[in-house]
């Protein structure tokens, strides 16, 4: 046992850094004003707010006395590259293939994972991604983009 609660220290330590980054960047838009919100409204809003709830997270782990947090690598190296697989992906073979893809390594980070299970996930992900971002939303990608 240590004398700090660590995980929460460094999980809250980094929402309020992201938060803060993500807020002082987006002051860069228009803010505008509560009545006629700005481009920047938003996203400064909910980057402050996200650094606020950081800090609710950090300062009660000051008091809390926790181990020192274990990194598992082969979930996080797996998640990290199926998200980077789907955003160099999907203009280029389209929203459908780029979610099977990003399932797939996804799937990656726990072993043992029946493959049919992958694929139910990978078909339901895309079915959603359809019926909201191009049907609902109107995002202009591609469902499918066959190179040949």
Same mark, same amino acid.
């Given at each position: ?5 660590y995980?929460?220290?460094i ?9 803060v980054?993500c ?16 481009p !920047? ?7 402050? &707010?996200? *650094?606020?709830?950081?800090? @609710?997270?950090?300062?009660?782990? +000051? #008091? ?11 979930p996080l ?8 697989a ?14 099977f ?10 072993? !043992? ?7 139910? &996930?990978? *078909?339901?992900l895309?079915? @959603?991604?359809?019926?909201?971002f +191009? #049907? ?7 469902m499918?983009?066959?190179p040949?």
């Amino acid at each position: 046992m240590r004398n700090r609660d660590y995980t929460d220290l460094i999980g809250g330590g980094l929402l309020v850094v992201l938060g803060v980054a993500c807020g002082w960047y987006a002051t860069r838009y228009n803010i505008g004003t509560l009545t006629r919100m700005g481009p !920047g409204y938003f996203p400064t809003a909910l980057g402050f &707010l996200l *650094a606020f709830l950081g800090l @609710l997270i950090l300062l009660p782990a +000051l #008091r809390r006395r926790g181990d020192f947090p274990v990194v598992h690598w082969r979930p996080l190296v797996a998640i990290l590259l199926a998200i980077a697989a789907f955003g160099l992906t999907v203009r280029e073979i389209g929203v459908v293939p780029a979610t099977f893809l990003m399932t797939g390594i996804a799937a990656v980070a726990q072993p !043992g994972v029946p493959v049919i299970r992958t694929l139910l &996930l990978a *078909a339901g992900l895309s079915a @959603l991604a359809v019926i909201i971002f +191009l #049907r609902a939303l109107g995002v202009l990608l591609p469902m499918f983009n066959w190179p040949f």
